[in-house]
């Protein structure tokens, strides 16, 4: 686990805000803390196991994008089409547990330096039926908030687009589910399968 590992505070931080507030509270159980305050809590205990139970239990709790990929006969590893990451945990008939280190490359508008910001990106494949689903939480894609100046972005390391470009190059091919799922909506055929309702009385 050398990313996680090496990962430093505040990369440990921006991992944990992925996840909803309820679920952290829940897990080091402080809930009368912010969210902030118990991700930077989180980070400085650096308790690595926890932080990899929180990932696997919770997962489904964050926004993610699936993509269902159909893999040739020679049967390539998806896993070589990410690059820079490390298998957290993987389960016997179960899922495998990921992790990739996303670098932005920014430039402050104000100060006019360049820094760098790691990112952690937790993933899932999983094997369902005939078909390997990988499936990623969604990343913030403006570095930008996590500085208190304007910056513009000169470079990112890895995204979903070029995990597909590099999936494409081993003969497999990906179908995003969130894209799908978008398309029927506006084609109208088909509508949210639930709804809620608030009365402004």
Known sequence: MSILEEASE?????????????????????????????????????????IVGLIRTSFARCRMHVHVLSLPDNQPSPLTAI?????????????????AKVSFVVILQEALTKETVNLLWPMRIEEVEDHTVLS????????????????????????????????????????DLHKGMKALWEEDYMDAYKTKFRSPD
């Open 10 to 50: 505040d990369e440990l931080v921006r991992l944990l805000q992925l996840f909803p507030a309820s679920v952290l509270k829940l897990a080091w159980e402080k809930p009368k803390l912010t969210k902030e305050a118990i991700c930077r809590a989180a980070a400085k205990e650096r308790d690595l196991q926890k």
């Open 136 to 175: 990623t939480i969604v990343l913030e894609r403006n570095p930008g908030v996590l500085f208190d100046e304007g910056v513009s972005v000169v470079s990112r390391s890895l995204d979903e687009k070029l995990i597909t470009k590099n999936l494409r190059a081993l003969n497999i091919q990906a179908a």
């Open 83 to 99: 690059t820079d990451t490390e298998v957290l945990q993987s389960e016997a008939g179960g899922p495998t547990w990921i992790l």
